[in-house]
């Protein structure tokens, strides 16, 4: 079964932090996603992932970079946390460019921003 | 990106009645569709897709869906739900810009 594991379940940060949330895959899927989930809005794509290195921006990357030093590893940062950025992140990944492929995702971080 | 809307926010049901969840889509050429789902608790997971041939698609716990191309629609059904399907059913669309763009989901309550 792929796993797709991220960091922490929970977490709390101040306005104005720099905050780090971690997703890792043991599958070797190329593909790496970065999500965040609000009521009624569904799922939105902050940033994307091809390779390693390699990062394209979603429909809402503001606010955030992400960083994919390694195959199986794609961080999101948030470089200055604000409170309009509490939500749920969830990351995904699949194997590779085939637009069949599904997507396989983790158990999200809830992210508050105080 | 695409834009996909599911047409119920909060559908409630008693067990044994049918469901059906609307999902359209906004663009003309070829595309993939998703159905997803979130059971309580657990993460969100693949119920069934459609990339061509036959229009009807079946997935998984008697799931099933129907590609209609004229009305930009990929409405998921399921004859009888049980308590268990209580869940986030979210429609999910990719075109040829390899993005995967999702509805805002419907919650389904099925009341014992």
């Known amino acids: 079964d792929v796993k797709v594991t991220q960091s922490s379940r929970y977490l709390v940060k101040r306005t104005g932090e720099k905050v780090f949330l971690e997703c890792v895959q043991d599958?070797?899927?190329?593909?790496m996603f970065w999500y965040r989930q609000d009521p009624g809005l569904g799922l939105r794509l902050i940033y994307f992932?091809?390779?390693?290195?390699?990062?394209e921006k979603g429909d809402i990357p503001e606010g955030y970079s992400v960083s994919r030093e390694k195959k199986e590893r794609f961080s999101l940062i948030l470089e200055s946390a604000s409170t309009n950025q509490t939500s749920m992140y969830l990351c995904?990944?699949?194997?590779?460019?085939?637009?069949?492929?599904?997507?396989?995702f983790g158990p999200g971080t809830r992210l508050t921003v105080l | 990106a695409q834009s996909v809307s599911q047409h119920n926010h909060h559908v409630i049901l008693s067990e044994a009645a049918s469901l059906e969840l609307g999902c359209n889509y906004s663009y003309g050429g070829t595309v993939n569709l998703f159905w997803y789902v979130q059971y309580p608790g657990q993460h969100l997971q693949l119920l069934l897709k459609?990339?061509?041939?036959?229009?009807l698609v079946k997935g998984i716990k008697g799931f099933e869906a129907e590609f209609i191309k004229s009305k930009f629609s990929f409405n998921l059904r399921k004859p009888s739900v049980q308590w268990s399907d209580t869940a986030e059913y979210f429609c999910a669309v990719t075109s040829n810009d390899y993005k995967l763009s999702f509805g805002a989901g419907t919650t389904v309550t099925v009341r014992a």
């Open positions: 992932s091809y390779d390693v290195k390699m990062k």
């Open positions: 995904a990944s699949s194997p590779d460019r085939d637009l069949y492929n599904e997507q396989f």
């Open positions: 599958m070797d899927h190329e593909n």
């Open positions: 459609y990339f061509s041939g036959d229009p």
